[in-house]
């Protein structure tokens, strides 16, 4: 099983369940769904979510998702994760693909850490 995370607002989240699919608003409006690889989503979450409330992290089996994945650089030209590529969702996702659901609380200075959880996951698969 290969994982990759997304962060999501519970509430968005919690939405989806019933109807089976999580379209969060970066579908329309960039056309896929952000993801991380686990050793990127710490940075990820420092940079555009920091002193955020009611996140939670999605752990996808990339295996389950119905949907294209296709790993591509960030958008911004200025972003010095230029050299990464990232798992980005084109289409819905299949609640069915999320293995495990994460809170991602931020520490108090804002900050976020992986969540232990997340390593119990990985060594799990190991």
């Known amino acids: 099983m290969c994982i990759i995370l997304h962060i999501a607002h519970r509430k968005d989240w919690e939405a989806s369940i019933p109807g089976g699919y999580y379209k969060p608003a ?4 960039d056309g896929f769904i952000h993801c991380s690889t686990i050793g990127q989503t710490v ?3 420092n940079r555009f979510y920091a002193n955020q409330q009611d996140l939670v992290l999605l ?10 994945i296709k790993y591509e650089a960030p958008a911004c030209a200025d972003d010095e994760r230029a050299g990464s590529l990232f798992p ?3 289409g819905p996702l299949n609640v069915s693909a999320v293995v495990l659901v994460v809170e991602f609380i931020p520490e108090p200075d804002g900050k ?10 990985i060594a799990g698969l190991n």
């Open 26 to 29: 970066s579908l329309d409006t």
């Open 43 to 45: 940075e990820t979450a």
């Open 59 to 68: 752990c996808i089996d990339k295996g389950r998702i119905e949907a294209e």
């Open 88 to 90: 980005h969702i084109y």
């Open 112 to 121: 976020f850490v992986l969540p232990a959880e997340i390593g119990q996951l």
